[in-house]
Every structure is written in C-alpha cells, then in structure tokens.
C-alpha cells in the first residue's frame, strides 16, 4: 500500500488512464509496452485474475474433485486484500518490483509531473534503493492480520518460567521470592547474582512481542483500585506500537504466581 501511493503521486493522467479505475494497473500495462520485465509482470497478474474469475465462477463440488485428480493444476488462493495490491505484490514476489521502480525513475518524465516523488533526484532513487532489500526475500509464506503474535497472559507467562526455571531449582515455586530485584555487591553469591539477572530478564521480557517495543519497565509501582482497598504494587511498562503508546500494569501477586483466591 505504501509503495502504491508513491507510485500514483502526481502521476500523469495518460500514464493513468483516462476511463480506468485501477490507476496502478494501467501505469503497469503502459510500462509493459516498453520494459520487458514489466511485460512480464502484466502477464503474471493476467493469469493470477483470470484464476480467481474462474474460481469464483466456479461450483462449490468441482473444486475438491479437481484436486484429487491433480495436485500441479492447484492455484494458489488469494486473499481481498491480496487482490487490492496484486501489482505491487506480483512484482515483489517476483522480485523485479527494485528494478520496476528504478525503470520509472530513469524515465519520469514520461509519466509524471515535475513535483511527483518518483521525480524527484533524491527521493526516487532512495525509493527504488530501499525496495531492494525486500525483493532479495523469499515470500514462502505471507503474514496476515489474523497471524499477528499477540500477548499471553501472565498466568501462562508464570507457567513458562516456572517450567523453564524447574531444572535448576529444587524448592517450591510457591515459595519463589518476588520479582523486586535490587543489585547486589560483589560480596553476594554468583547463583543468587544469575537467579536475580535471570528474573530481572524475565520481568522485561514480559509483554514483549512483535508489534510493540518496550520502552520503560519498574517494578512495585502500587495502584489502588478502589478507595477503600490498599494500594497494590505490580509491574509497570510503556510499550510503543507503529501509532500510539501503551500502559501495562500486572500485580505482583499474579506474576509471582501467588494470587489465590484474591479478586
């Protein structure tokens, strides 16, 4: 989506199309005419459409049958949001979309105007640059929004660490001190010292996942839900996700594994 909207900034309405809707396809179809590896392009995402029209048309029995009869005449199944950016997808995947960018680039002035992105000599030519990273991948497998890792709960955070932490201790987890980890000198042991680093990892690690980053983390910070209950220290991080930032905050009786029966 973002390489499509530098692609149509300013574009030339002849480069566009003057009666199609799908800007994208017609400046890929005008490139084809004169660029090979566009041409092929265009070829490939004629194929890919042609193949959902036909398993849209087609009944709901025939496709399973087809299957059994032959696994190499399987299609690959394309998503909504796969189809809206199928130019720019096709061309990535196969690994041409750097150097469809750069062909613009070299030739701008065929097909926009002087103030477009893909104009100008310093931000064109960074864009056609920065696509060459993702056009060296090997797209096996795409992430979609529902494939996103998203956070478990602390109780099953506790669970992992006990797990992983069983081998190395011989008391009871009930009995594990509390998170609140303060530095010690050189006077303490080195297995008190790796206990304390290893819980102070775990403590920061909590949260974490692919789609924010931790930016603050303390401990025993207290918060008091209701007035006439005490105050209950937990864990406090700040987390910045692509738009906004987050507060988290999980008591220390629920990370230490000790809640009960309290509410």
Same mark, same amino acid.
């Given at each position: 989506?973002?390489?499509?909207?530098?692609?149509?900034?300013?574009?030339?309405?002849? /480069?566009?199309?003057?009666?199609?809707?799908?800007?994208? /396809?017609? @400046?890929?179809?005008?490139?084809?005419?004169?660029?090979?590896?566009?041409?092929?392009?265009?070829?490939?995402?004629?194929?890919?459409?042609?193949?959902?029209?036909?398993?849209?048309?087609?009944?709901?029995? &025939?496709?399973?049958?087809?299957?059994?009869?032959?696994?190499?005449?399987?299609?690959?199944? @394309?998503?909504?949001?796969?189809?809206?950016?199928?130019?720019?997808?096709?061309?990535?995947?196969?690994?041409?979309?750097d150097?469809?960018?750069?062909?613009?680039?070299?030739?701008?002035?065929?097909?926009?105007?002087?103030?477009a992105?893909? /104009?100008?000599?310093?931000?064109?030519?960074?864009?056609?640059?920065?696509?060459?990273?993702?056009?060296a991948?090997?797209?096996?497998?795409?992430?979609?929004?529902?494939?996103?890792?998203?956070?478990?709960?602390?109780?099953?955070?506790?669970?992992?660490?006990?797990?992983?932490?069983?081998?190395?201790? &011989?008391?009871?987890?009930?009995?594990?001190?509390?998170?609140?980890?303060?530095?010690?000198?050189?006077?303490?042991?080195?297995?008190?010292?790796?206990?304390a680093?290893?819980?102070?990892?775990?403590?920061e690690?909590?949260?974490?996942?692919?789609?924010?980053? @931790?930016?603050?983390?303390?401990?025993?910070?207290?918060?008091?839900?209701?007035?006439?209950?005490?105050?209950?220290?937990?864990y406090?991080?700040?987390?910045? /996700?692509?738009?906004?930032?987050?507060?988290?905050?999980?008591?220390? &009786?629920?990370?230490?594994?000790? @809640?009960?029966?309290?509410?």
């Amino acid at each position: 989506g973002a390489v499509e909207a530098c692609l149509l900034h300013m574009l030339r309405r002849r /480069a566009a199309g003057f009666l199609r809707t799908d800007k994208v /396809a017609a @400046l890929f179809t005008k490139l084809g005419k004169t660029y090979a590896v566009a041409g092929d392009v265009c070829k490939k995402v004629q194929e890919l459409q042609q193949q959902v029209e036909s398993r849209k048309n087609q009944p709901s029995g &025939q496709e399973p049958l087809k299957r059994q009869g032959s696994t190499t005449s399987k299609s690959p199944v @394309l998503t909504p949001q796969a189809i809206k950016h199928i130019w720019v997808r096709t061309a990535l995947i196969e690994k041409v979309l750097d150097k469809i960018v750069q062909y613009i680039v070299d030739n701008c002035s065929k097909y926009y105007e002087k103030e477009a992105l893909l /104009a100008d000599p310093v931000c064109g030519p960074i864009l056609a640059s920065l696509l060459v990273g993702p056009c060296a991948l090997e797209y096996t497998k795409l992430k979609t929004a529902d494939h996103y890792w998203t956070d478990p709960s602390a109780d099953e955070l506790v669970q992992r660490h006990r797990i992983h932490g069983a081998h190395g201790r &011989q008391d009871s987890p009930s009995k594990r001190p509390a998170l609140g980890i303060r530095k010690r000198h050189s006077s303490g042991s080195s297995s008190e010292d790796r206990f304390a680093a290893s819980a102070r990892e775990y403590v920061e690690s909590l949260h974490q996942n692919s789609r924010t980053h @931790l930016l603050y983390g303390k401990n025993n910070v207290l918060v008091q839900p209701k007035d006439d209950l005490e105050a209950i220290p937990g864990y406090l991080s700040l987390h910045q /996700a692509a738009d906004s930032l987050t507060l988290k905050w999980t008591p220390n &009786q629920l990370m230490n594994g000790t @809640l009960g029966d309290s509410e």
